[in-house]
């Protein structure tokens, strides 16, 4: 996971299931893991692609969480969640 967040993905993808750590999904801020990893993905993929992101369910996604993507739904499942992104 934390090489996936420093190197862009080797190739293009129409699905992405991203499962990091929970601590590593606590900030959703510019600087975390997660929304660093999403802007790689983004340089590399111009549109048509999902991104199922499992993380706990008290994650608060800040507003600018996920700038270029479309946030489609999100399920909480107790004390996990299953966001999808759309790009």
Known sequence: WHRAVTRPPAGRF???FLDPPFAD????????SVERYLQRVRETHV???????HHESRVALVPEFAEG???LDERRFGRNAVTFLAL
């Open 69 to 71: 993507w479309q946030r």
């Open 25 to 32: 999904s606590q900030d959703t801020t510019a600087q975390g």
């Open 47 to 53: 549109n048509d692609l999902l991104v199922v992101w």
């Open 14 to 16: 129409d699905l992405i």
